[in-house]
Nanobody, 127 residues
């Protein structure tokens, strides 16, 4: 079992930036993907971005493409999510996940395929 610990959440104004971090306590299967997901109160968790630690390709949901950047530091075993041009609709709890598919519908079915999750970090974007 790998522990995933997120940090970096906070409150910003619209147009601002935040960088989320997720440290993995030990190595995961580098062939499987890791990703960031988010959830607001009363809504289902949705996918934001994914990558395969052993590869170079990154994948983004349409709602964040062009504004968010996912990356992996193998030395630090840390997954990052750089969030730029933040909008109020980006307000959510963001979760790091491991061992799942890079590609999916970014919805419930995609979420269910990830087996490891962090505890989440909150992001609030004011207008």
């Amino acid at each position: 079992q790998v522990d995933l610990v997120e940090s970096g959440g906070g409150s910003v104004q619209a147009g601002g930036s935040l960088r989320l971090s997720c440290v993995a306590s030990s190595a995961t299967d580098s062939r499987a993907c890791m990703g960031w997901f988010r959830q607001t109160l009363g809504n289902e968790r949705e996918g934001v971005a994914t990558l395969r630690p052993s590869g170079t390709s990154t994948y983004y949901s349409p709602s964040v493409k062009g504004r968010f950047t996912i990356s992996w530091d193998n030395t630090e075993r840390t997954l990052y999510l750089q969030m730029d041009d933040l909008k109020p609709e980006d307000t959510a709890t963001y979760y790091c996940a491991a061992v799942g598919p890079c590609l999916g519908n970014w919805g419930r079915e995609h979420v269910r395929l990830f087996s490891m999750w962090g505890q989440g970090t909150g992001v609030s974007v004011s207008a």
